[in-house]
Nanobody, 115 residues
Framework: QVQLVQSGGGLVQLGGSLRLSCAASGSIFSFRALGWYRQAPGKQRELVASITSGGSTNFRDSVRGRFTISRDNAKNTVYLQMNSLKPEDTAVYYC?????????WGQGTQVTVSS
C-alpha cells in the first residue's frame, strides 16, 4: 500500500513563499505522474501542478510562473514551491501519485494566505 505523507504549509502573508513536500513510502519511479491539487472552501478540488516520470510539468494558468513542481527521486519526494502567494491560493493542498490503474492521495495540508 502506497502512503503519501505531506509536510509544509501554514500561514503566510500576501507575496510570501511556502514549500510543500510529499514523501512516498516507496520509490516514486513507479509512478507515471505526481501532482498537487487544492480545494478551497465551497469550491471543487482542482489540479495545481503535475510532473510526469519523464519530467514534463503542467500548471494551471493561475499559478504558472509563481509555482514550481519538482521531484527528488533519491528521497522519493515531490515538492511544490509556491512564490508570490495570493489570498486566492488559500486552500487545502493534496499531493497525488498515479500508477497505471489508480491515484493515491496525501492527507492534505492547509495553506492560508493573508492580505
Amino acid at each position: 500500500q502506497v502512503q503519501l505523507v505531506q509536510s509544509g504549509g501554514g500561514l503566510v502573508q500576501l507575496g510570501g513563499s511556502l514549500r510543500l513536500s510529499c514523501a512516498a513510502s516507496g520509490s516514486i519511479f513507479s509512478f507515471r505522474a505526481l501532482g498537487w491539487y487544492r480545494q478551497a472552501p465551497g469550491k471543487q478540488r482542482e489540479l495545481v501542478a503535475s510532473i510526469t516520470s519523464g519530467g514534463s510539468t503542467n500548471f494551471r494558468d493561475s499559478v504558472r510562473g509563481r509555482f514550481t513542481i519538482s521531484r527528488d527521486n533519491a528521497k522519493n519526494t515531490v515538492y511544490l514551491q509556491m512564490n508570490s502567494l495570493k489570498p486566492e491560493d488559500t486552500a487545502v493542498y493534496y499531493c497525488t501519485a498515479d500508477t497505471s490503474d489508480r491515484r493515491y492521495w496525501g492527507q492534505g495540508t492547509q495553506v492560508t494566505v493573508s492580505s
